[in-house]
């Protein structure tokens, strides 16, 4: 199984990414999906997850991102998308997309347990 992240890199306060991450190797549209970050000296903490269908009303969200962040998956591509806006310096991080060990976003779905497979992770930082 291969997780492959892409889109980080650096952005002033206020402005917007998107990162993508792309899955093989397995039944991508099985597994609700993940994105989580890790920041130096900090655990490794959920932002957001996603229903295997990408159902809106499964989606969850960590709550310093909520209404700024926005998760989304394309199951033809086996890819899952973080639409990052009104980035703040506290949001600087390494982001790690991760399949979840269940098909939709599980009550746990924060905790790192979840995860079945981890991507390799893409620099986020947010300059002041």
């Known amino acids: 199984v291969q997780v492959v992240e892409s889109g980080g890199g650096l952005v002033k306060a206020g402005g917007s990414l998107r990162l993508s991450c792309t899955v093989s190797?397995?039944?991508?549209?099985?597994?609700?999906m993940g994105w989580f970050r890790q920041a130096p000296g900090n655990r490794r903490e959920g932002v957001s997850c996603?229903?295997?269908?990408?159902?809106?009303?499964?989606?969850r969200y960590g709550d310093s991102v909520k209404g700024r962040f926005a998760i989304s998956r394309d199951n033809a591509k086996n890819t899952v998308y973080l639409q990052m806006n009104g980035l703040k310096p506290e949001d600087t991080a390494m982001y790690y997309c991760?399949?979840?060990?269940?098909?939709?976003?599980?009550?746990?779905?924060?905790?790192?347990?979840?995860?079945?497979?981890w991507g390799q992770g893409t620099q986020v930082t947010v300059s002041s």
């Open positions: 996603v229903h295997r269908y990408g159902e809106d009303r499964n989606s």
């Open positions: 991760a399949t979840i060990t269940a098909s939709y976003c599980v009550n746990t779905w924060r905790d790192t347990d979840v995860v079945g497979y």
């Open positions: 190797g397995l039944a991508f549209e099985d597994y609700a």
